[in-house]
């Protein structure tokens, strides 16, 4: 059985071994031996089935296995509210020097960004050019607020086939006010909390990451244009 989660509501499937594939990645194939993400895995559902699902599953997580591993109702998207640049923790950095460097040199327009829950502060830096809104690098720091310390990072970058995500409720974009791209909470059981969705990807495999340095990421929508 599998199950198909878009935001609150799951679509449960029998499957069976008929009508399924598997074939190893065309990013990956030359290096196999291969690891989990080398993979992909495809069964046969007839369409009917997958109606109020868009073309590309761009919202929806699959799970194959005998019991359901998602919470429900559980997820929250980040409301962001805009800082200072001067309060964007740079000292509490795990990254090297040559890591913080954002990509593109003429991304010199800052713009910063906090949320906060009961446990973390969520902190992203975006960098772009001074006459165009894209976003060319962007710098996100989560802080455990009980350790005042970071406990995830990461840099996005724009580049072929990856664009920086706009920033919910229309804070880019004004005119897609219900935009919802973020989003933190606990979406695994016997878990911890994950955040994702702070860039598109037109191919390869984005990532939700868990807000705890002692569990890795979560490959997911794999794609092979």
Known sequence: MFTIIQQTYYILFLLKTKGSRLSTSLYNYRNCPCGQSGYLIGFEINEHYLNGLERDFTEALVFIGKENPFTQGQMKPIVWQKIKTKKFPIGKSNLSEKEKQYKHKSAIKEQTYLYETNTYQIFIKDYTEPND?????RHLIVIDKKKDSAVLERMFNEREGTVIASLNFGINYPEVPNSKEQW????????????????????????IDFVNPQDKYVGINCRIN
């Not at 809104?133 to 690098?137: G, H, P």
């Open 184 to 207: 933190i909470g606990k979406l695994f059981k016997d878990k911890p909390e994950v955040i994702f969705r702070f860039a598109w990807y037109s191919f390869s495999c984005p990532h």
């Open 133 to 137: 809104r894209q976003i060319q690098d």
